[in-house]
């Protein structure tokens, strides 16, 4: 029997996007550490072209675009596919859809039905085997799910982070592995509070953050959306729709349009980026809207009742990588993108039209995308002739969890209020 080659891990250095100093990773860098002000770093990959790995499985043909030390078990790639029904409806000659989720008959098998999985296959395959700390996630439901799921396949130590009303986006096919722990913010809670007590719980050096959109592990995972829409299309998209909370998926996608530009293959970068919220939570909206690199004013209180009102809760940050060097604010001028908005009526009634057209369902997130791409159309910011990727981050949840699931209740509930001391002490009781 022929045994598998080793992996090599891959090779790239960091850049700091706002300087462009280039400098080597020290295994968990999120920052340049000669850095005198707030900016996002970058993977500088030795391999410039873009060549998907044929000896590879899953969402790991694509390592060569990844900062990867190994790779993981039971991973999956978004698939990419020409739309017809949907395209049809809105009258779109080359309308793509870029999915991560649930629907075997396309080739998409993400247990979790979402593209967060992308983020936790690579963040985890960035983790070193001989790391001893355990691994700190904050999130607001998909991410949670997704790193849960990863961590208990690989044996990866974890505790995960979540506002306690959002438990419900906790369902597993089994039941998970002694490695991953969950604690939550208390009843009332939202993301930022969650991210409070991840903060707290790394104040010990026996745990770390996995980093959010400073992890380039988070967003070149993220970014092989648009690398299944290339390897597809041979080309970069015109125009990005995505849904967002932290904008991040999005600033992975233009960091990877830059990649396939450079190789000189796959067009001029020229895609506009489109984003889109769900209304009344419209930090982000509402900053771009003002034409200022900073975020609007948000209370405490605003944005934990407006969370609690929307049905796409993942797109609830409000603490996102925006104002940044590299961050969604420069992705958004630089494109010539725009934001929208949709309604928890606009998620229904296109979670009703998309499943007739093409034939699954999607998760609120992914329908909020579909919103603003039919606003887009409405409003002639598209043509029928461009080349549109629709970035459709979840679904097939329906389906998925028809084959049964179970629940992972939170280990502990905290208040993000307690001393970080306490956090910790009471977290080191779970191992």
């Given at each position: 029997?022929?045994?598998?080659?080793?992996?090599?891990?891959t090779?790239?250095?960091?850049?700091?996007?706002?300087t462009?100093?280039?400098?080597?990773?020290?295994?968990?860098t999120?920052?340049?550490?000669?850095?005198?002000?707030?900016?996002?770093?970058?993977?500088?990959y030795?391999?410039?072209?873009?060549?998907?790995?044929?000896?590879?499985?899953?969402?790991?043909?694509?390592?060569?675009?990844m900062?990867?030390?190994?790779?993981l078990?039971?991973?999956?790639?978004?698939?990419?596919?020409?739309?017809?029904?949907?395209?049809?409806?809105?009258?779109?000659?080359?309308?793509?859809?870029?999915?991560?989720?649930?629907?075997?008959?396309?080739?998409?098998?993400?247990?979790?039905?979402?593209?967060?999985?992308?983020?936790?296959?690579?963040?985890?395959?960035?983790?070193?085997?001989?790391?001893?700390?355990?691994?700190?996630?904050?999130?607001?439901?998909?991410?949670?799910?997704?790193?849960?799921q990863?961590?208990?396949?690989?044996?990866?130590?974890?505790?995960?982070?979540?506002?306690?009303?959002?438990?419900?986006?906790?369902w597993?096919?089994h039941?998970?592995?002694?490695?991953?722990?969950?604690?939550?913010?208390?009843?009332?809670?939202d993301?930022?509070?969650?991210?409070?007590?991840?903060?707290?719980?790394?104040?010990?050096?026996?745990?770390?953050?996995?980093?959010?959109?400073?992890?380039?592990?988070?967003?070149?995972?993220?970014?092989?959306?648009?690398l299944?829409?290339?390897e597809?299309?041979?080309?970069?998209?015109?125009?990005?729709?995505q849904?967002?909370?932290?904008?991040?998926?999005?600033?992975?996608?233009?960091?990877?349009?830059?990649?396939?530009?450079?190789?000189?293959?796959?067009?001029?970068?020229?895609?506009?980026?489109?984003?889109?919220?769900?209304?009344?939570?419209?930090?982000?909206?509402?900053?771009?809207?003002?034409?200022?690199?900073?975020?609007?004013?948000?209370?405490?209180e605003?944005?934990?009742?407006?969370?609690?009102?929307?049905?796409?809760?993942?797109?609830?940050n409000?603490?996102p990588?925006?104002g940044?060097?590299?961050?969604?604010?420069?992705?958004?001028?630089?494109?010539?993108?725009?934001?929208?908005?949709?309604?928890?009526?606009?998620?229904?009634?296109?979670?009703l039209?998309?499943r007739?057209?093409?034939?699954?369902?999607?998760?609120?997130?992914?329908?909020?995308?579909?919103?603003?791409?039919?606003?887009?159309?409405?409003?002639?910011?598209?043509?029928?002739?461009?080349?549109?990727?629709?970035?459709?981050?979840?679904?097939?949840?329906?389906?998925?969890?028809?084959?049964?699931?179970?629940?992972?209740?939170?280990?502990?509930?905290?208040?993000?209020?307690?001393?970080?001391?306490?956090?910790?002490?009471?977290?080191?009781?779970?191992?």
């Amino acid at each position: 029997m022929k045994l598998p080659k080793k992996f090599t891990p891959t090779g790239y250095k960091l850049a700091s996007v706002v300087t462009g100093r280039v400098f080597d990773d020290a295994g968990w860098t999120l920052d340049d550490p000669e850095g005198s002000s707030p900016s996002l770093v970058r993977a500088v990959y030795d391999q410039k072209s873009f060549n998907p790995r044929g000896d590879l499985k899953g969402i790991y043909r694509y390592a060569d675009w990844m900062p990867v030390k190994r790779t993981l078990k039971k991973s999956c790639a978004p698939v990419t596919y020409k739309s017809k029904g949907l395209a049809k409806y809105l009258g779109l000659n080359n309308l793509y859809i870029t999915f991560s989720g649930w629907n075997p008959k396309i080739g998409a098998k993400m247990q979790t039905c979402s593209f967060k999985e992308t983020e936790a296959f690579s963040v985890c395959a960035r983790l070193d085997r001989k790391e001893k700390r355990t691994l700190v996630v904050q999130s607001a439901g998909n991410t949670a799910r997704a790193f849960a799921q990863v961590c208990s396949d690989n044996d990866i130590p974890v505790v995960i982070c979540i506002p306690e009303d959002n438990k419900h986006d906790l369902w597993f096919h089994h039941k998970l592995n002694k490695c991953v722990k969950v604690i939550a913010a208390p009843h009332g809670s939202d993301y930022y509070d969650a991210i409070t007590l991840g903060e707290k719980l790394a104040s010990d050096p026996g745990y770390f953050l996995e980093g959010g959109a400073k992890n380039v592990a988070r967003r070149d995972g993220m970014g092989t959306t648009i690398l299944s829409f290339a390897e597809k299309v041979k080309r970069i998209p015109d125009a990005y729709f995505q849904a967002v909370g932290s904008g991040t998926g999005a600033i992975a996608a233009w960091e990877n349009a830059e990649r396939l530009a450079a190789d000189g293959r796959f067009s001029e970068n020229r895609m506009r980026v489109y984003v889109s919220q769900n209304k009344p939570f419209t930090l982000l909206y509402d900053s771009w809207k003002a034409c200022s690199r900073e975020l609007a004013a948000i209370t405490p209180e605003q944005g934990r009742r407006q969370a609690e009102v929307i049905l796409a809760k993942v797109l609830s940050n409000r603490k996102p990588p925006y104002g940044i060097a590299g961050g969604l604010f420069d992705v958004l001028s630089r494109s010539g993108g725009d934001m929208f908005l949709a309604s928890n009526d606009d998620i229904i009634y296109w979670l009703l039209q998309f499943r007739n057209l093409e034939g699954y369902d999607l998760l609120p997130a992914a329908c909020v995308a579909v919103a603003s791409l039919a606003s887009a159309v409405k409003e002639g910011r598209v043509g029928k002739d461009d080349y549109i990727m629709l970035n459709c981050t979840g679904g097939g949840a329906l389906a998925a969890m028809g084959r049964g699931y179970t629940l992972k209740e939170p280990d502990l509930v905290l208040s993000p209020e307690l001393p970080a001391e306490e956090v910790v002490r009471r977290v080191n009781e779970l191992f």
